[in-house]
């Protein structure tokens, strides 16, 4: 399929969300849909709920070669508002995968943050000029090293990031504004910065790792997987010896879809959608 007609049924998808009428679509047979990974009949979830769609926030990303197509935006339940990611395969023109993270309004989490979340990044996008672009495996390397740099955080980075780089995460910025984090000084820094500096070295492990989606033509890589926090790091000490703490003080799991943007060779930006799930939960996918 083309990038303009996944873009179509990720547009039909989202047509037949709103009104709440999966019958809209053209399911293949034994299609799989999930919402927070957990698998639901079509039809349930976010498909009751549901009042309406957002459009200001439409970034999306298609990979033809591989028949998977995601949308990141805002949709809102009984008028109240939430993040949500959307991964489709579609197969033989059929919707075979449909898979969503919905991230809600939790008390005192500052996500979602709704009111930063008024639209893209012209660099999310964007495409990549022609002569910045590199191959498919080596965009899914730069991801997986994202991925690596994370889970063993000793200060070491398995990947290369841009100066500019910027994280959204649940609609919040969390690399250079410390304006939005007065109590968690980490988010004052850029993306590699964070990372030299050793603070994520509570999130115990990424796993079952997935990379579903590559756009050659915008330099984005969608990637699914879990972070778990086994809660027993609380004290932390920084590479440079500045003591801090976890936020995160009992065994929990997050889900996630994240998007990484990739230009020659180097992460970007990246734009993360998750929730908070059972410690260790076992993957839907």
Not at 46 to 66: E, F, H, Q, V
Not at 109 to 124: E, H, V
Not at 189 to 194: R, S
């Amino acid at each position: 399929m083309t990038r303009a007609e996944l873009y179509g049924r990720a547009e039909a998808y989202l047509d037949a969300l709103e009104a709440g009428d999966p019958m809209r679509l053209d399911w293949a047979d034994g299609a799989r849909f999930t919402e927070n990974n957990v698998l639901l009949e079509i039809g349930d979830g976010l498909w009751n709920t549901i009042s309406a769609r957002r459009r200001t926030y439409d970034l999306k990303a298609a990979d033809p070669a591989a028949g998977q197509v995601s949308w990141f935006g805002i949709v809102e339940e009984h008028g109240i508002p939430a993040i949500m990611a959307l991964r489709l395969r579609i197969e033989d023109g059929r919707v075979a995968e449909a898979e969503t993270i919905v991230c809600r309004k939790v008390d005192l989490s500052p996500f979602p943050g709704i009111d930063s979340y008024i639209a893209p990044r012209p660099l999310m996008l964007a495409d990549v000029p022609l002569d910045q672009r590199v191959p498919r495996e080596q965009m899914i390397a730069a991801a997986n090293g994202y991925f690596d740099t994370l889970q063993l955080n000793d200060g070491r980075l398995h990947a290369e990031f841009t100066e500019e780089c910027e994280r959204i995460e649940n609609g919040v910025q969390t690399t250079n504004n410390p304006d939005a984090f007065p109590d968690y000084p980490i988010a004052g820094l850029g993306c590699a910065e964070q990372f030299r500096k050793g603070h994520f070295i509570f999130d115990d492990r990424l796993r079952d790792r997935r990379f579903p989606l590559v756009d050659e033509e915008k330099g984005l890589v969608l990637a699914g997987g879990f972070i778990d926090h086994t809660g027993r790091r609380v004290d932390l000490t920084w590479t440079d010896g500045t003591k801090a703490r976890s936020v995160f003080h009992y065994p929990h799991s997050f889900v996630l879809l994240e998007l990484f943007k990739i230009v020659e060779g180097q992460i970007a930006g990246v734009e993360a959608v998750f929730v908070t799930v059972p410690y260790n939960m076992a993957s839907a996918w």
